[in-house]
């Protein structure tokens, strides 16, 4: 990977880890694919390599994005899912052909077709937003507790009560902050 481009923030959910490519939405944002070779890095990290992207498909991919977005954050508030996010979805989700396999140690790994396009890499990461907005998967969506971020992530913590989208980025952020307040406020209790 690039050293000049932001590095990736990678999760266990593959749609939220999706829209974690755009962070800090509510501060000063990270665009963490820029270019279509950007895409095609993320995808690979992600087990779905494909040979080449175009423009045209980085601009798909970033509209799949924020509609995955717009509808957990709905979900995750219990908003009705806004039609124009969930149309997105399910048209990505469609259009791809790629199909779930077993490895030999029993992981799913996804197989593209043998064109290995970016729409067919689409369509998994589309197909796993349905699944867990639809309430299929065992977890909960949630927003982080970040003013500067409030991503969608997906809880799979026990006791479903996560409050950062990535404790070692929202959340040591977070704690940081109320330390360094607590200093300001007792000097001479830091010592």
Same mark, same amino acid.
């Not at 077709?113 to 867990?132: G, H, N």
């Given at each position: ?19 974690? =490519? ?11 694919? @820029?270019?279509?070779? +950007? ?14 992207? =175009?423009?045209?498909? &980085?601009?798909?991919?970033?509209? &799949?994005? /924020? ?14 899912? @806004? ?7 399910? #048209?990505?989700?469609?259009?791809? +052909? ?5 490895? @030999? /140690?029993? %992981?799913?790994?996804?197989? &593209? ?14 197909? #796993? ?6 309430? /299929?998967?065992?977890? %909960? ?6 003013? =500067? ?5 997906? #809880?799979?913590?026990?006791?479903? =009560?996560?409050?950062?989208? #990535? ?16 200093? +300001?406020?007792? @000097?001479?209790?830091?010592?």
């Amino acid at each position: 990977m690039c050293a000049a481009f932001p590095d990736f923030r990678l999760g266990n959910v593959l749609a939220t880890s999706f829209t974690g =490519t755009l962070s800090e939405r509510h501060g000063n944002a990270v665009e963490r694919i @820029p270019t279509p070779h +950007r895409l095609i890095d993320w995808l690979a990290v992600n087990g779905l390599a494909v040979d080449s992207c =175009t423009t045209a498909q &980085l601009d798909l991919a970033r509209e &799949l994005r /924020e509609s995955i977005h717009a509808a957990a954050t709905a979900a995750a508030l219990q908003d009705a899912l @806004p039609a124009s996010a969930v149309q997105v979805i399910n #048209d990505c989700s469609a259009q791809g +052909r790629a199909a779930a396999i077993l490895t @030999p /140690e029993g %992981k799913r790994r996804w197989r &593209l077709s043998s064109a290995s396009c970016v729409e067919d890499a689409l369509s998994v990461i589309a197909a #796993d937003a349905i699944s867990i907005i639809a309430g /299929e998967r065992d977890g %909960k969506l949630a927003l982080c507790a970040s003013p =500067t971020c409030q991503a969608a992530f997906f #809880d799979t913590s026990q006791s479903r =009560t996560r409050k950062w989208c #990535d404790m070692n980025t929202c959340g040591n952020r977070q704690k940081k902050a109320r330390f360094n307040a607590n200093r +300001r406020k007792n @000097p001479g209790s830091a010592e």
